[in-house]
């Protein structure tokens, strides 16, 4: 069954326009203030961080509205990231936690994310629920006069985030003599994720940490890292992070100013990890679109790569069931589960930077740990119909699996988000990589055609 308002992640769209209105926040805050307060006579309560986004006001000051006429007391963080969210519900013993970004998305754009006691996103279930009870009766939901919930900032959830970032670094460890770019996208880590590599002794140069509300992830960040390299360059810095909107992701440039992508950072962090005794679940969590030279590289150190469909939610799920400490994307949202309950960039970083000092090799040496086996991604827009259940493009599939083999891997999948068929194939055979790709989305594109 489609639902009315949450996504793959959480409730997004364009600000001021449905689903993100005050209106429907207001509703979000009193539907999951009542789910997460029924029982108990204990007095409850959420937290509720946001990024930068000049929408975020009114969205911060509607879910608090909601929340509070149902009984729960707030807590306001301010800008801070997602994982700093995560941990703080957990910290603070919320019954609930709020993130109020669209992550890389323009500043248009916002959302709303849920966090559970634990610090994990909700559940499918946990959303249906929530979205029932949106559409219920208000006035069914509101609490006596006497019980509305109070409202109040925590003015130290900087310093707590801070210190526990630093804490997630072996005992001792420094950053002394490193130059180290940090670009924070003009979002929710611009105060924090500077402070805490300089904390730890690093020599900081910093961009992206002038947030107007309109410039969030606005040729910066994670997700548009050329300033964040052409900084490295300029700066002869020893690396470079780039974070995205709500800081969960990371990007990471070397010092020669090139982008290090997520699988090869999940690769350091897992061959470190097992090297020290530290590596739960006898390998990695990635998506079926990690690169197939990172399935090697596991199988080399015998390893394990277990893939999952895309989304950090599955990624997490199967970490939680099978007991596995490390997984992620290859877009650098990485999930260390010995600290967070979601992506945390800078942590994730601060991960790469304990090898880079315990080693004393540069980042290019480091986060070179396998060849990417050549990889294509197209995407093909389609209007209606569905195009992957035509018999051309199943026939499209089987034959581009056919000509692969064993050598490589086809992922044909729609996008969670837009009208979109994305297909990807990799193999050792760039050229025949190259056919197939195209060969698959030609049949996609005749197949949407005819629908």
Request: proline share 4%; with cysteine.
């Amino acid at each position: 069954m489609a639902r009315k308002y949450f996504g793959t992640d959480g409730i997004r769209g364009l600000a001021n326009r449905a689903p993100m209105t005050s209106e429907v926040a207001l509703k979000v805050g009193m539907a999951a203030g009542k789910l997460y307060s029924n029982g108990g006579s204990r007095r409850h309560r959420v937290v509720i961080g946001k990024d930068t986004r000049l929408s975020g006001y009114m969205i911060e000051s509607a879910l608090m509205s909601g929340f509070t006429a149902v009984g729960m007391d707030v807590f306001l963080l301010g800008p801070m990231p997602t994982p700093a969210v995560a941990m703080l519900t957990r910290s603070l013993r919320a019954d609930l936690g709020v993130m109020i970004s669209a992550s890389h998305n323009p500043f248009q754009d916002n959302g709303i994310k849920l966090f559970d006691p634990d610090g994990y996103k909700l559940s499918d279930e946990a959303e249906a629920q929530i979205e029932a009870l949106i559409d219920a009766d208000a006035a069914e939901l509101l609490v006596a006069p006497e019980r509305i919930g109070r409202a109040k900032r925590i003015d130290s959830a900087q310093e707590r985030y801070i210190e526990y970032a630093k804490r997630t670094l072996p005992r001792d460890s420094r950053l002394n003599g490193l130059r180290i770019v940090i670009d924070c996208a003009n979002g929710a880590g611009y105060q924090v994720a500077p402070d805490v590599l300089w904390e730890l002794g690093a020599e900081v140069i910093k961009i992206g940490v002038e947030p107007n509300g309109l410039n969030i992830n606005e040729k910066c960040g994670s997700t548009d890292p050329e300033a964040l390299c052409a900084k490295v360059r300029e700066m002869r810095a020893d690396i470079g992070i780039g974070l995205d909107g709500d800081a969960d992701r990371v990007a990471i440039a070397d010092e020669k100013g090139r982008i290090v992508d997520g699988d090869q950072i999940m690769a350091v962090i897992a061959e470190s990890w097992h090297r020290r005794g530290l590596l739960a679940g006898g390998g990695v969590v990635a998506t079926v679109m990690s690169n197939l030279g990172l399935e090697r590289y596991f199988k080399a150190l015998g390893l394990t790569l277990a893939r999952t469909p895309v989304g950090d939610r599955y990624v997490v799920e199967h970490m939680r069931k099978h007991g596995f400490n490390v997984g992620g994307e290859q877009s650098g949202h990485i999930v260390l589960s010995d600290f967070t309950t979601t992506g945390d960039g800078l942590v994730t970083a601060l991960q790469v930077l304990s090898v880079v000092v315990s080693t004393g090799r540069p980042v290019s040496e480091v986060c070179k740990r396998f060849e990417t086996v050549p990889q294509l991604l197209k995407n093909v827009r389609y209007a209606n119909g569905a195009p992957l259940e035509h018999d051309m493009v199943k026939s499209a599939i089987d034959h581009g699996r056919e000509r692969l083999g064993l050598s490589g891997r086809i992922v044909v999948r729609p996008s969670g988000t837009e009208p979109l068929i994305r297909v990807m194939a990799e193999g050792d055979d760039e050229r025949l990589v190259q056919q197939v790709v195209g060969d698959i989305a030609e049949a996609v594109r005749k197949a949407t055609q005819a629908a």
